[in-house]
Every structure is written in structure tokens, then in C-alpha cells.
């Protein structure tokens, strides 16, 4: 088999061979689906082709090749129940697959799969078995086309090629439409790996047990299933395959679980590390491992993809397998939040095939522990409360706990009905889950919400907009929510709405999460690449006395018109009309103002430095850093990084104006601002300038820099204070990508930069001036010193290794020197062979053992009559090799090997001579 290929690797060996046979490389779809409002989350390959499929899509290729990520965990494909309890499925995977579109058919596809299965990756061609298409009705004709296609490939009998029908082997998109027959691969992994060894069961493809395991599915999509079942040849027909990564690494990695791939071993070994578990614990128990490294991979990708713990749709399912992670991490004693740990390795593991998981690694972040902290504040009530009304059921000699107190637990503790469920399910209970559905919706209609709870997607914006139609009915709302972020730091008001847990209340709590509405906010709303503000919201209570706050977290837009502050509520109980002030965090706010002149000053300067075809791809303003995407085929050099930030420094410098100003499209574009394809719209548009005032006015042909913006400006660039880049890479094929500081930020990493200099002086003994060359003189010296030291191993070794030669030990009539000597590279071990037949040119064997960083490397030679006489050095190399739990050979005269499993390593240099006893019977 293909020898020690990473997870990474096979993902990439699968792309580059189909990319090498004329694919197009597309990347995964969004978890979240593009247009398909019925489903919630990506769950197949097919999603993004669906349309191509029927019809309406045409893409720019016939051939695609990809690895998409899947999410399945709620709807018909539902695997939740699973994930954990084995060691195959998982809320989150990848699908690799690859796509004809019109273009080749069945023989490319399957002579493909062989190709790749048994040549790249080099799986037993004897272990293969190919199903294929045989009518169980009788209507279908079978696909011999297929099944003759498999019988010719190299290697494959005809006796592994099984016909099924239907269930098994008929693909349909729904009940009409484009369909046809498919051809699966599967894998006799052995009768080790057979689960059900022992017991009455179906073994074999398509069996009951573990011991065979389908790799590959080929659909070929050849018909059209007409109203009424009649089949019609389709014009042009398509190949969709799909082959479960995970299940492939395993295979490929031939470790029994998907869990233990190198795909979840950091995060495994994260886990393990934090519970203070030995690696045989862990296998003992390794149900909580499973899912806590399983949950936390999906919340990563589904926050990289913008799905953010919530209350209804894909953001409670976020939310869900968040808490049931923290949840089965309390049964092995992790009770504080840690879960942001566990998703570090996920992000560096995947995120360069997954830029997006780098790109948005903070907030996956902060939002994960966030909400193992909103959690931990209720789980212990919540359980304890739950068990008190399982104990009574028990007593009771009842089963199934009523589904309206699992939905009171979710309503007033946050636990999942997942987690109730798993909870009564580990006391051999159950939940009745039609009365809690029943309770959501019962819940929502009392609160006048409508469906805000559970229902998935879209509800959102229905809960809200009741909220602004009665607000705007009763008068308390004149028009939509007054938004002024470019002039108000403050703003008043009494409070109009309180949402906490999806539900609008009169009153909110201590601890509440809550979202709340004011008439007017000078709040930001994240948008053009700007985040949000974040800031306070000041109440009175209505007896004028008691005050309360708020801390604003986040600012959105639910539904149009409104504009509502997220937040946690630190001090007392606000309530609907109390008299409030929200207020903005006016340092923060500077801070993230700075960034986005300086991404203007910025972009000018690329077009400057690099041409105008370096547009703007992508921009994030924070208060912390800029980063910015633009344009450029190749990576920028280092004049011309120096270059960007000089000419913005000098523009900082010169203390230019920067104008807002609101004037028509037309004008703005025929006034060359510059302006990103589709991201605003209407017919007055915002523009800044930043012009030279003291020298000329601002006309089109005088400004420094003159876009399309909705953003936040300070007045005058002086006020970035200072510039820096600190870094360039790229962002996609294409696409470069910078990220700098200013002001603050700036002058922060300058401090720190200066220090960690200084520092380095220090240590080094010389001025801050001097450190490179003394840096490239201690090198030279460390060189030098290396390479002696080398040299005096060796010769030590060669001394060492002499006294072994004056005193070898005499076998029968073989003269065998054996010696174990550490630390010895491969070089030297050849030298010392040379020595060895200088020596004993006849009549001899030279065994040399030598460990270093616990990794035995072994050198055994054999003089040339000997070799005659059947002393084959390869030979001894093996068995020994073998003995110590490796690999190993080479020729019959010089043989290297290697050994982890150094406790026999005594027995291993005493069979040595026990070996060349054995030679002469
Ligand atoms: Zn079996
Ligand atoms: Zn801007």
C-alpha cells in the first residue's frame, strides 16, 4: 500500500489525479447551501451540481474534480445518533468526488477508480469487490456495460464483480427526473475486523458487519424516470462519484476507526492530554473522545462558513453540538471551557486546503468558548433538575419522559432535547419527541413569535418583522430604527423590544443573553469588510432609581427596518420602556476608523506600486489589524512591500483631508471612484476622498483616493498615526493577500518588535546595530562546531568499533563481530563496514546495533565467500528488523534495518550469533 500518506496527502493525491485527467479543481460548496431553501445543510457532493444535472446550470468545464464538505445532522440524513457510539460517522465530513458532465462514461470512470485505488494508492487488487446494477423487478435492464468494464480491469476476477438491485445499486435524484444505475467498490478488510466474528450474520459486501466496507460509489446518470415509472435514454449522460474521506484514510492508514487517522489523532491527543487519560484508557472509553473531537471539528467548519451558535435553524444545531461536546467532556472530568483547544489542531490541520478556517480562526474561537460559557452557567441545574424527573418516571415504572418537559428544560436551562435525549437514553429512557415539537410551537404561538424556535431558516426575519409591524402600529416606532453610525458615539431612547432565548419578554435577567431594540443607534452594523461596534447600553429602571447594563457584543440587521443590539445583560433588570442610553466603545471604534483610511491610503498605493489591475478581492477592518485582498498574480516583492508602506506612510505624513459625501452612482463612477462589481446598490452611493486641501480642491483629477464607501473615516490621515505590513501571502490563486497595523496597533508591535531586539542584543553581547552580523557570525561558528563534533563522533565510533574488531567472537568456523554502538548515522555505519573487511576479509559477519533518538538503525555486512555460502546480510537484516517491530533489507553483502521497539533489542544482538549457528546446521 501507498506507505505513510497524511490525511492531507490522500486528499490531494485524490484531486491532482483527476486534475491531471483534464478536471476542473472546484472547491467545496458553502455548509450552508446556496439556493436550495429545503435543505439545511450541504449534505453530498451532488448539491452544487444538482442544477448542472438537471439542466439549468452550465459550467465553464465537463470535467470537475473536489472534496466537499458535508454536514449530517438533522433532516432525512440524520447520523447524530451515531456519531460517537462508532467509529465511523461523524457530524461533519468529506466527500471526494469526481464529475462528468456530457464527457466520459462508465469506461474512464471505473478504469479510473482501479487505477487510483490499486496503482496510487496500491490497495490489494484480491481485496476488491465491484457491484453492479441487476433489475430486482425486472423492469431496468442490468448494466452489463459496467460489469464487463470491471471484468477487464487488470487484476479483478469475475468472481468479485456482484450484481444487486435497487436499494443498493439505482440512483434517483427524487421520484422523477435524471437517474440511473451505480457501481460501488468494496473492501474485504479481513476477519480481524470482523465485528460480528462468531455469531450468525450476513458476512460479506453489503453485509452486516465491519469486515467489508464500501469505499466508492459511481453513479451513472443515464435515464430520465417519467410520471409513472417509464424510463427514457437521457441526451447526454454524467458521471457523479463520491467516496467518504474519512473512510479512506482509515483504510488507507489501516487503523480500525476513523478516529484513529491522523485526521483526529491531534485532536484526540489535545483531549487526552487536558483529561490526564493513558492512550488504553482512552481506547476503553472512547465514546466522549469521539464526540468531543467530532463536534468540535463540525462547530469549526460551520463557524468558518458563518454559522454562529443560535437559537433556531443551523445556529441551534451550532449550538447544540457545541453543548453536547461540553456535555460528554464533563463525563471525563473537563469542566471548564476547552473546547477552543481541541479546535486549534483543526484549523491548522485543514486550513490550507480550507482557507476559510484560518481566515475566520478567531471568531471560531471566541464563539466556541463563548458558548461552553453561556452553558456552563445552567448545565448543572439543568441535569440535576432533568434527573430528579427520570428518577420519578423510574419510579413510576414509566418510560419515555414527556416531551413538554424536555422542551421547559431547553426554554429555561439551555439543554439541547439532543442532550436530554442522550441523558435519558443512558438510563434506558427515552423522550417523547412529538410532544416537545408540539411545546415549541405551542411556546412560539403564546409569545406571539411565530415560529421563532426550531423551525430552520427564514423564521428569523418573520419573528422580527412581527415585531416592527406591531411596534410601528402602536406608534412606538415612527418609520425604521434611526441609524447614524458616522455622527453619534451615543444615542437615546426608551427601550422598544427585549428578545431573550427567541422569545420577546417584558423583563430581562441577570446573565441573560438578549437581544435589545432602541429607536436610534449610532452602532455600526458590520458591512463592506468594517466589523461592528460593540459597546454599553446604560438603562433606568421606571422607578428612576435602578439602573442596569448591557454589554453589546454584536449589532445586526433581523429584519428590515430594525436594527438590534446583542449583548449580555452585567448588571440589573431591564425591562420595555425603561429610559436608555447605548453607547458605543469610542477607543475600539478610533482604532477600527484608522484601519479603514489606511486600507484606502493602501489600496491607492498598490495601484501606485504594482498597476491598477491590483483591485480590491476582500477587506477586513477590525480594531486590531487591516487585511486586505487584492488582485495580483504573483507575490509581491519585498522593494515593493517597502514601497506600499512608504508612499502611505508619506500620505499619513502630509496630513491629508478625508471627505464623505453622498452623491448619485453615475457621477461617482464617471468620477473614476473606484468601486467593488455588486457590493452596493442603489442610486446614491457614499463616497470618501482623501485630497491634499492645502494645495488643491477636491476635484476628480487631484484626489489621492476616491471609493465607494459605507464605512467609518477619521478626518485627517495624520491620525493613522503610523503603517506597517506584517505579512504578504496569498489568498487564493491570484490573489495576494496583506495585513497590517496602525496607530496603536502599530506603535504596540513597534514596542515589542524594539524589545524582543534589544533582548537579543543583550543576550548576544553586542548593540542593537550589531545584531546581524553577530547573528551571522555565531551561525558560521555553530556550523563549524557541528561539523567537529561529527568528525570526533565518528572517530570515537571508529575507536569504539576497533576494540569490538580485536575481539570478535568465533561461531564455528565464522568469525562474527557484533557490536551496539549509539548515536551512529548511516555514513559512519558504512565506514565502519569498510574497516570491518580491511580487517577480516574472509570467514566473517559484522552486526552493528545503533540507537539514536530511540530509533534503532542496524548495519549488517557479510564478507563475499560467505555470501557464496548462503550468509545473506538482507536476510539477518529482515528477521532482526522484523523482531523489533519495522522494516528492513538490502544486498546480500550489506543489509541496513531499522527498529522502534527497542525492549528486545538484547535478544535481537544475541540472535545474531544464534543466526550464523543456524547457517551451518
Ligand atoms: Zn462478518
Ligand atoms: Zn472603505
Redesign the pocket.
Known amino acids: 500500500m501507498a506507505k505513510n500518506l497524511s490525511g492531507n496527502q490522500i486528499r490531494q493525491t485524490f484531486i491532482d489525479f483527476f486534475a491531471e485527467r483534464g478536471h476542473t479543481v472546484v472547491p467545496s460548496a458553502s455548509l450552508v447551501p446556496g439556493g436550495d431553501a429545503t435543505l439545511l445543510f450541504t449534505n453530498s457532493g451532488m448539491v452544487q451540481f444538482k442544477d448542472v444535472f438537471i439542466g439549468t446550470d452550465i459550467r465553464p468545464y465537463t470535467r470537475a474534480v473536489d472534496s466537499q464538505k458535508c454536514m449530517r445532522v438533522a433532516g432525512k440524513h440524520n447520523d447524530l445518533d451515531d456519531v460517537g457510539r462508532d467509529d465511523t460517522h461523524h457530524t461533519f465530513f468529506e466527500m471526494l468526488g469526481n464529475w462528468s458532465f456530457g464527457d466520459y462514461y462508465k469506461k474512464d470512470a471505473i478504469a479510473w477508480s482501479w487505477q487510483l485505488l490499486t496503482e496510487v494508492w496500491g490497495l490489494p487488487k484480491d481485496k476488491l469487490y465491484a457491484t453492479c446494477f441487476k433489475d430486482d423487478k425486472g423492469n431496468i435492464p442490468t448494466d452489463e456495460e459496467a460489469a464487463d468494464i470491471w471484468k477487464a480491469q487488470p487484476g479483478m476476477d469475475a468472481e468479485r464483480v456482484l450484481y444487486y438491485g435497487r436499494k443498493e445499486n439505482f440512483w434517483q435524484m427524487a421520484e422523477f427526473g435524471p437517474c440511473g444505475p451505480c457501481s460501488e467498490i468494496h473492501i474485504d478488510l479481513g476477519e480481524e475486523r ?1 465485528n ?2 462468531g455469531t450468525p ?4 459486501v453489503n ?3 465491519t ?2 466496507l464500501e469505499l466508492w460509489n459511481n453513479v451513472f446518470i443515464q435515464y430520465n424516470m417519467l410520471e409513472g415509472g417509464a424510463l427514457e435514454p437521457l441526451p447526454a449522460t454524467h458521471v457523479d462519484t463520491g467516496m467518504g474521506f474519512e473512510r479512506i484514510v482509515s483504510v488507507l492508514q489501516s487503523v480500525d476507526s476513523n478516529y484513529k487517522t491522523d485526521l483526529f489523532a491531534p485532536m484526540i491527543e489535545v483531549i487526552r492530554g487536558l483529561s490526564g487519560h493513558t492512550t488504553e484508557q482512552v481506547y476503553a472509553d472512547f465514546t466522549p473522545f469521539r464526540v468531543i473531537a467530532d463536534h468540535t471539528r463540525a462547530a469549526a467548519f460551520l463557524i468558518a462558513d458563518g454559522v454562529v451558535p443560535g437559537n433556531t435553524g443551523r445556529n441551534y444545531i451550532c449550538r447544540m453540538i457545541i453543548r453536547r461536546a461540553a456535555r460528554f467532556a464533563s463525563k471525563i472530568g473537563l469542566n471548564k471551557p476547552f473546547l477552543a483547544q481541541v479546535a486549534e489542531p483543526v484549523i491548522s490541520a485543514y486550513g490550507d486546503f480550507y482557507p476559510e478556517l484560518v481566515q475566520h480562526k478567531q471568531s471560531i474561537l471566541d464563539s466556541i468558548t463563548r458558548e461552553e460559557v453561556r452553558f456552563s452557567r445552567t448545565v448543572e441545574s439543568g441535569t440535576a433538575y432533568l434527573q430528579g424527573m427520570l428518577d420519578d418516571l423510574k419510579k413510576n415504572g414509566q418510560q419515555v419522559l414527556d416531551g413538554r418537559k424536555a422542551f421547559d428544560l431547553y426554554a429555561t436551562y439551555g439543554l439541547p432535547l439532543e442532550i436530554t435525549r442522550d441523558i435519558a437514553r443512558e438510563q434506558q429512557l427515552d423522550v417523547d419527541e412529538k410532544s416537545f415539537v408540539e411545546a415549541r410551537e405551542q411556546h412560539a404561538i403564546a409569545s406571539g413569535a411565530g415560529k421563532a424556535m426550531g423551525s430552520h431558516g427564514g423564521s428569523d426575519t418573520e419573528f422580527f418583522g412581527n415585531i416592527y409591524k406591531s411596534l410601528t402600529e402602536s406608534g412606538k416606532l415612527k418609520g425604521a430604527v434611526e441609524y447614524d453610525p458616522y455622527n453619534w458615539h451615543s444615542a437615546n431612547g426608551q427601550v422598544l423590544s427585549l428578545v431573550v432565548n427567541g422569545t420577546e419578554v417584558k423583563e430581562a435577567q441577570f446573565g441573560d443573553q438578549v437581544e435589545i431594540i432602541l429607536p436610534r443607534t449610532g452602532f455600526y452594523i458590520e458591512s463592506g469588510g468594517q466589523v461592528a461596534d460593540m459597546g454599553i447600553i446604560r438603562g433606568l429602571g421606571k422607578d428612576g432609581k435602578t439602573s442596569w447594563e448591557v454589554e453589546v457584543s454584536a449589532i445586526r440587521r433581523p429584519a428590515s427596518g430594525l436594527i438590534s443590539h446583542i449583548g449580555e445583560v452585567v448588571s440589573g433588570k431591564p425591562a420595555l420602556g425603561d429610559d436608555a442610553i447605548a453607547m458605543i466603545d469610542a477607543d475600539r471604534r478610533h482604532d477600527i476608523m484608522r484601519n479603514h483610511t489606511a486600507t484606502h491610503l493602501m489600496h491607492a498605493a498598490l495601484h501606485k506600486v504594482l498597476g491598477p489591475h491590483a483591485r480590491q478581492a476582500g477587506s477586513l477592518v477590525a480594531p486590531d489589524r487591516l487585511r486586505f485582498d487584492f488582485n495580483h498574480p504573483e507575490s509581491m516583492t519585498q522593494q515593493q512591500i517597502e514601497a506600499v508602506e512608504e508612499i502611505v506612510n508619506a500620505a499619513i505624513a502630509a496630513d491629508y483631508q478625508v471627505n464623505a459625501k453622498t452623491r448619485s452612482r453615475e457621477e461617482a463612477i464617471a468620477e473614476g471612484a473606484m468601486a467593488l462589481f455588486g457590493e452596493t446598490s442603489g442610486d446614491v452611493v457614499r463616497t470618501i476622498t482623501i485630497v491634499d486641501d492645502d494645495e488643491t480642491p477636491d476635484t476628480p483629477h487631484e484626489r489621492y483616493s476616491f471609493e465607494l464607501c459605507g464605512g467609518t473615516h477619521i478626518k485627517r490621515t495624520s491620525d493613522v498615526g503610523a503603517f506597517i505590513i506584517t505579512s504578504e501571502g496569498s489568498a487564493a490563486a491570484g490573489v495576494r493577500r496583506i495585513e497590517a497595523v496602525t496607530g496603536r496597533g502599530a506603535h504596540e508591535l513597534m514596542a515589542r518588535r524594539f524589545k524582543a531586539l534589544k533582548t537579543t542584543a543583550s543576550l548576544l553581547k553586542t548593540s542593537t546595530d550589531d545584531v546581524p552580523n553577530k547573528a551571522t557570525a555565531l551561525q558560521e561558528e555553530l556550523a563549524a562546531a557541528r561539523k567537529q563534533l561529527a568528525e570526533a563522533k565518528a572517530q570515537l565510533a571508529a575507536a569504539e568499533f576497533s576494540a569490538a574488531l580485536s575481539a570478535p567472537r568465533q561461531v564455528g568456523s565464522v568469525t562474527v563481530v557484533n557490536a551496539n554502538l549509539p548515536g551512529l548515522s548511516k555514513d559512519t555505519l558504512t565506514q565502519l563496514s569498510d574497516l570491518f573487511r580491511n580487517k577480516h576479509p574472509q570467514n566473517g559477519v559484522c552486526a552493528i546495533f545503533s540507537v539514536a533518538d530511540g530509533q534503532l538503525t542496524l548495519m549488517v555486512a557479510v564478507t563475499q565467500d560467505l555470501v557464496k555460502a548462503g550468509y545473506k546480510a538482507g536476510e539477518l537484516v529482515g528477521y532482526i528488523s522484523k523482531m523489533l517491530g519495522a522494516g528492513g533489507g538490502g544486498a546480500p553483502h550489506l543489509a541496513f534495518g531499522g527498529g522502534k521497539d527497542l525492549a528486545s533489542l538484547g535478544t535481537a544482538v544475541e540472535y545474531v550469533y544464534e543466526w550464523v549457528r543456524s547457517k551451518q546446521g
Open positions: 470482523d460480528l466474528h450474520h450476513k458476512c460479506g453485509g452486516d458487519c469486515r467489508y
